[in-house]
């Protein structure tokens, strides 16, 4: 009795409610298609704006997705783009009639500039965060389940799911090359003698991502999956009926509000009039 009382407490103390808490993998690949759709069919900056506040907020209620990780990526990605969107967009704007915010010599910062490094800036960060969220919290088996359920061919599902596993793949390879090249005393450290290294780094990734690729497809061979119309899950996934009239209802709401927008029905400024009516 003391034993089975202590196991009833043990498991009320720690229930496992991690995977209750996410969606399913098919619910977030049709957000992830409605999100595209809506930041790149709808021209105002608001929507890619409010787009990349929900991926952040998203990304901090996470259980799986670490905030650092996908804030480096964000970053790494978009501060560069933001650069040189801004010099090439914002300062060097090649139209004649336009609003002059600032202006030294041969460059001007204009609205018209301003607001196209802004519009694609946005699109571009909205664009790597919601890409960042769905791959750092999704494995391969994940993927392949949403495929599936969502009526993907097998043979189609396996390989997409496949690509997410050559990921860390090449990561992974990529840092035993250059271990192996460190232990035969190359200086890895030094930008030159990477760079020096890189035929052999890439060759030997090829390779590599070639015998793999061969090997995969040997088990999609073996297991049938090619001509398999099975739908079990790989994984344990949380579905319900709200989740499917979700996957139902976000594609005809996305695109009831595209159309909206392109008849006027939805006026959201652009980021000419935000920017110089600020």
């Known amino acids: 009795m003391s034993s089975a009382s202590t196991d009833t407490h043990t498991a009320e103390a720690a229930p496992d409610v991690g995977p209750k808490r996410r969606l399913h993998p098919a619910t977030e690949l049709v957000i992830l298609a409605c ?7 709808i021209p105002s900056p608001i929507v890619p704006a409010i787009i990349l506040a929900c991926s952040l907020v998203t990304v901090m209620a996470s259980p799986v997705v670490r905030l650092r990780a996908w804030a480096m990526t964000v970053g790494l990605l978009c501060l560069p783009t933001l650069v040189v969107l801004i010099i090439v967009q914002g300062l060097f ?3 004649t009639e336009v609003h002059v915010l600032w202006q030294a010599g041969p460059a001007r910062l204009s609205v018209e500039g301003l607001s196209i ?6 699109r571009v ?8 969220l769905f791959g750092l919290g999704t494995d391969s088996a994940r993927l392949f389940d949403g495929l599936r359920r969502l009526r993907l061919p097998p043979a189609v599902a ?8 050559l990921i860390p793949l090449i990561g992974a390879r990529t840092r035993h090359i250059i271990e192996a090249r460190q232990a035969r005393g190359w200086a890895t450290d030094s930008w030159r003698v ?11 990734l090829v390779t590599a991502i070639l015998l793999t690729v061969d090997q995969r497809h040997e088990v999609l061979e073996v297991s049938g999956l090619d001509s398999s119309a099975s739908t079990v899950d790989l ?5 319900g009926t709200r989740q499917r009239l979700l996957r139902i209802l976000a594609p005809l709401v996305t695109l009831g509000l595209i159309v909206a927008s392109v008849a006027g029905i939805l006026p959201l400024p652009g980021a000419a009039q935000m920017i110089g009516g600020a």
């Open 35 to 41: 999100s595209l759709l809506l930041v790149f069919g």
């Open 93 to 95: 704007y090649p139209g």
């Open 117 to 122: 490094a802004v519009q694609i800036w946005l």
């Open 125 to 132: 960060s909205s664009l790597i965060g919601l890409c960042a």
């Open 158 to 165: 396996y390989v997409c799911a496949s690509a997410i596993g």
């Open 194 to 204: 990477r760079i020096r290294l890189l035929p052999g780094i890439v060759v030997g």
């Open 235 to 239: 994984q344990d996934h949380t579905d």
